[in-house]
């Protein structure tokens, strides 16, 4: 009911380009321990934003703050604007939120879930087509209680994306998903961020953040540990390209040991692993060159957020 | 509120007004009617068991014959608005706490909570749809009496309508307040048996508040279907109930919305 936020009155509104949910040292406890402690990231209109962490990290806390499920202790929380806890409704028009761990009314069908809830908001889309493109057109008469796991959790996403939002907030998006049905949830929210809308994704999964995401917040322990594009948390792993080969001569160990870039070099019965950097490539394909020797089985691995993760995570 | 037909907004996200809020509300009540529906235990025990039991005692010839302990008024004529109470002690406090409790449970209410129409929107179309089919159980009650044994149709009109609206405000608040309490469907199911049997005593399903002894009489009246089964009884006969019964009915039925209002927890 109230405009005024008595808990932050002094905060300047930060003028970054076009953000669309902003945080501002969120913190959040429950009982006695801290569940979000400082949180504060700012989501660019049109962008999809990973929150990524191990479990227990804060994630969900997180974006419940932001869709107005949980009041914070402290920080401010902008959505286009307006505070998710006064100004609930408001926000609840422009943000569509898929959440962890609820159901619906276990004799409701899918048709009937799809109706209610377009009736709910001012002007919705099409639920038939958001069933077509999640394959649940076989299902829309089958009770929510009688879904697999994995249907139960592509109509969540429907209903999430039913209200026509202007943001979305997707949390665990493909858990439970088959791979196939998990490739398919990716290309919609691709074609639901062309159509513009801001995507908030909740994930612990390195490959979807990596496909989906513009940029990913790491999370831990309730604190934000990084903020970067995929590529740029690639890049702050040590070590993480590999290269393998088999000479067709041995090496010498000391200028092996010189190139640019390694973390680490590994010979296993004739067969050499280099961790290191995109340089350490580059040296290495001159040095095979200059020395006329020929590698067998040359791989080269990128690094992955995998090794992005666990260098910038604790647990 | 006014009836002006409007035309429907060019621009229908524009938030606000009480016509576009409507819609949503109607929605949710739709869904839940048909839930509700599909819930034939429920619709059984509080429409059909009701108005069966009063037919069933009927049947017992001792209950057809003017009672001298009554004051020559027959058992079954007492029994019309015992059965009338038991379909809303079922309602209230029987059927409709586990599913609150499960809608609580399950996250249900807290999925709506994401959308613009609050989760109480659900508690109101359920709270609704359990006293609806008390309603029909009552008129079969009713029904039964008349046309099966002859009890004639209660006379004060508006004191009934008054009691049994103040019963059926206590016993939804009651099991609201059950629901409040119950972390889990299956706890709201045995607080509300627990709760079930006294409630169903005060009413009169063992002995008819007429014929209970006055002591008993007086402290069952202190209890809100106690006092309703007097209130009913009273407006039956032709009589304006006590304002004593309806003062405590009332009494109840908002210290019971109150209480459920206070510790009801959406998530």
Known sequence: ?315 | MSATPTPAPAVPSASGGSAPARRPRRAVLRAETRLFLREPGNFFWIAVFPPGLLALLGLIPTFREPDPNLGGVRLIETYVPVTVLVALIVSGVQALPPVITGYRERGILRRMSATPVRPSALLAAQMGLHGAAALVSVLLSLAVGRIAYGVGLPEQVAGYLLALLLAAAAALAMGALVAAFSPTAKIATAVGSVVFLPMMFAAGVWLPVQAMPDALATAVGFVPFGAAAEALGQAAAGDWPDWSSLGILALWAVVLTAAATRWFRWQ
């Open chain 1, 1 to 315: 009911m109230a405009t005024t936020n008595p808990r932050n009155t002094t905060a300047p509104t930060t003028s970054r380009r076009a953000a669309v949910v902003e945080v501002e040292g969120l913190r959040k406890a429950y009982g006695g321990r801290t569940v979000v402690d400082g949180v504060s990231f700012a989501v660019e209109e049109g962008e999809i934003f990973g929150i990524l962490g191990p479990n227990g990290a804060g994630k969900t806390t997180t974006v419940e703050c932001v869709e107005g499920l949980r009041s914070p202790d402290a920080g401010r929380i902008r959505v286009a604007g307006l505070d998710p806890a006064a100004d609930h409704e408001k926000v609840t028009h422009l943000l569509g939120a898929q959440l962890q761990e609820s159901e619906l009314q276990p004799k409701l069908t899918v048709r009937e879930a799809l109706e209610l809830y377009a009736a709910l908001y001012p002007s919705p889309a099409d639920g038939y087509e958001l069933a077509g493109r999640l394959g649940l057109t076989e299902r829309l008469d089958t009770r929510f209680g009688k879904l697999s796991g994995g249907q139960k959790q592509r109509l969540f996403i429907a209903l999430a994306l039913i209200g026509n939002p202007r943001i979305v907030v997707l949390d665990e998006l493909t858990t439970g998903l088959d791979p196939r049905a998990r490739r398919d949830t990716w290309d919609l929210i691709e074609d639901v961020r062309a159509r513009g809308v801001t995507v908030l994704l909740v994930t612990h999964f390195m490959e979807e953040a990596q496909r989906l995401c513009d940029r990913i917040a790491i999370v831990d322990g309730g604190r934000i540990t990084a903020l970067d594009t995929p590529q740029g948390l690639i890049g702050r792993a040590a070590g993480a390209t590999h290269i393998s080969f088999t000479p067709s001569e041995p090496l010498d160990d000391a200028e092996l040991a010189a190139l640019p870039g390694l973390a680490s070099m590994e010979d296993k019965n004739g067969r050499l692993t280099l961790a290191g950097t995109d340089d350490t490539v580059n040296a290495v394909v001159q040095l095979l060159v200059r020395r006329r020797v020929t590698a067998h089985q040359l791989r080269v691995t990128d690094a992955t957020l995998d090794d992005a993760f666990l260098d910038l995570t604790t647990t």
